[in-house]
Structure formats: C-alpha cells, structure tokens
C-alpha cells in the first residue's frame, strides 16, 4: 500500500470548527429530525444538485431542476438537463456508495455524466486545467501520472479510515481530487458528492445536508481557497475553508428543522395527511379530502403555512390565482 501522506497540519481553528459541528450534528440528530421530515429531505437534496451545477455554469433555476427532478416538461438546453437528470441519479447512490473504492468512484462518475461527455466513467486521456469562470488557476498533472496518484490518496484513505477525523478526511480529499482532476469533465460535481459520501459514512446526516449550496454562495472564496493551498503547497487553507462551510451550513439545517418543529400547525399536518408526494391537486380537491366549504379559510389556515414552510409548491407560483393552479406536496 503507498506511503502518501497529504501535505497539512492540523490547526487550532480545524479543531475547533471540528468541535463546532460535532455539537451541531448532535443537536440535529438527537431527535432523529430529518429522518422524520422526509420534505426537508428532498428540498435539501434539490438545492445541493441545483448549487453544485451552477458553480459549473448549469443556468437551470431551482424551480426548474426540480420540474426536471419530478418528470415535468421543462423547456431549456437539452445538455443541462441531463445534467440534472444525471446528477439526481448520482445523488440517489450516496448510500450505497463506498467512498474508499476507486472503481465506485468510476461508476459514479459515469453515473454524473451519462450521455454528456464521451470519455464518461474513465480517467482522462488529454491534459486539462482548472477553471474559475475564463481564469485558469492552475494546470492539473499529465494523463498519464493520474492513476497513480488517485490510488495513493485511496491508499491514504483507507490506511488512516478510524485514524483521521472525517471532516479532516473529507476537506483533503476533495483539494487533493481537484487537483489531480482525474477526469475530463464533472470534475467538481464528483469532487463535492464525494466530500459528502466520506460524511455520510461518518453520519448519514450528511446525505441531506445542503453543503453544495454553501460552497455556491461563496464561489469565489471556495475558488480563492483552491488557489491558495496551490501556492501553499497544502490544503490547510482549503481544509478550514470546507470546515467553515459545513458549520455554517448546519446553523441554517438547525434553524430549518427548529422551524418546521414549531410551525407545522395542526392544519397543515392534517392538509399533509391527505396528500402524496409530488401529486398536484387543485384547491377543490384538497378541500373535498379536509371536508372545507370556504376557500378562504383553506387558504389562511392550510395552503398559506404550508407553502411558507416549503412543504408545498404552487405549480404556477407566478400566477397564484391561476384557475389551472395546482398544489404539490414536496
């Protein structure tokens, strides 16, 4: 087994963001609340598929990608499209993925880029380069060292499994892929779902944290970060960088789930009951299952809360007295 050790060093600040999240994933799991809220599951899910795509220029909205999720007819480029389609399909092996395996790895990555690119769930053949928008941050090792020094930080990977923390883990392998860039396309999309395959096998909490839609926010900073561990020589700053992310990111999970915990009026989980998933429904028919007579009081009391929570979507939220409104459980 190879002797390759990432260049970093374990800093105050990784420790102590280290620290941070462990507490946050407990306030989060103690109660075992995602696994209850199977919408906030599937939300989370369409925002990370949405972010990580944007950062590679998918000019799909998040409305669209989840018509595109749900089998409705979406009108754009064809190719982003399947990009979603693809990466909805990569996303649903997260718990069967076992991210110490390099030939998963290429499975997946066939899986991400099905019908997109021709060299799909195989290592590149051809030189390639690191883009941040029309900027090159750096350029990636030739084809032929790429096998090599993907099976060393695997190799790393499964010697220190139990040894290294997975946050640690996690952060070092998604600089060292990205720097390898193994592969002639979709590097950052499997770069991000595989940081997040390592977390779930850590805490299967992860599988619906949206982390890729942090990262988007600050684009230029996780870019930045990228471009810095190269002059550095190590992924430190890219390591506290991933780490900040994900603790930011499960203050906003924490107060999603604190929400839904204390909104969710009995109207709306009694509306809920009545409804199956992705199953639109016109306001008459969901009056019909409450046994309502007033659409006024649908609206207030059921419709309104609910669509404020996320828990559902109008199929015409641009026009909300539309008669070919309908209403989606989500």
């Not at 998918?58 to 754009?76: A, F, H, M, T």
């Not at 392998?173 to 592969?183: A, L």
């Not at 997040?196 to 909490?205: D, M």
């Not at 992924?235 to 906003?252: A, N, R, W």
């Amino acid at each position: 087994m190879s002797d390759y050790i990432p260049p970093y060093t374990i800093s105050d600040r990784m420790l102590e963001l280290v620290s941070s999240i462990s507490e946050k994933l407990g306030r989060i799991t103690i109660h075992q609340e995602l696994e209850s809220k199977p919408h906030l599951r599937r939300n989370n899910r369409i925002r990370s598929i949405h972010s990580s795509l944007k950062i590679e220029a998918n000019s799909l909205s998040l409305n669209e990608v989840r018509d595109v999720i749900n089998d409705r007819l979406v009108l754009g480029n064809q190719k982003e499209i399947q990009e979603v389609k693809n990466a909805y399909a990569a996303y649903e092996k997260i718990t069967e993925i076992n991210p110490l395996s390099m030939a998963d790895l290429k499975s997946i990555h066939g899986i991400m880029t099905y019908g997109i690119v021709e060299e799909s769930g195989v290592f590149r053949r051809g030189d390639e380069g690191v883009f941040s928008g029309d900027k090159c941050i750096f350029i990636a090792p030739p084809p032929e060292r790429v096998h090599g020094l993907i099976k060393d930080v695997f190799s790393w990977m499964k010697k220190n499994e139990g040894k290294v923390h997975p946050l640690i883990m996690a952060a070092n392998f998604h600089y060292e892929f990205v720097f390898i860039h193994p592969f002639a396309d979709g590097n950052g999309r499997m770069a991000r779902l595989w940081h997040t395959a390592i977390l779930h096998k850590w805490r299967s909490v992860f599988a619906y944290i949206p982390l890729e839609s942090q990262i988007e926010r600050f684009q230029t900073n996780y870019y930045d970060a990228i471009a810095q561990s190269h002059v550095n020589g190590n992924s430190d700053v890219f390591i506290e960088f991933m780490l900040e992310m994900i603790d930011q990111i499960l203050d906003e999970v924490i107060l999603q789930v604190n929400k839904a915990n204390a909104e969710t009026s009995e109207y709306v989980k009694r509306m809920l009951n009545q409804m199956e998933y992705n199953v639109p429904y016109t306001s008459n028919e969901i009056m019909t299952r409450l046994n309502l007579k007033s659409k006024e009081t649908l609206r207030k009391n059921y419709l309104n809360p609910a669509i404020d929570l996320g828990l559902v979507r109008m199929t015409l939220p641009d026009k909300p007295k539309s008669k070919n409104q309908r209403y989606v459980k989500q």
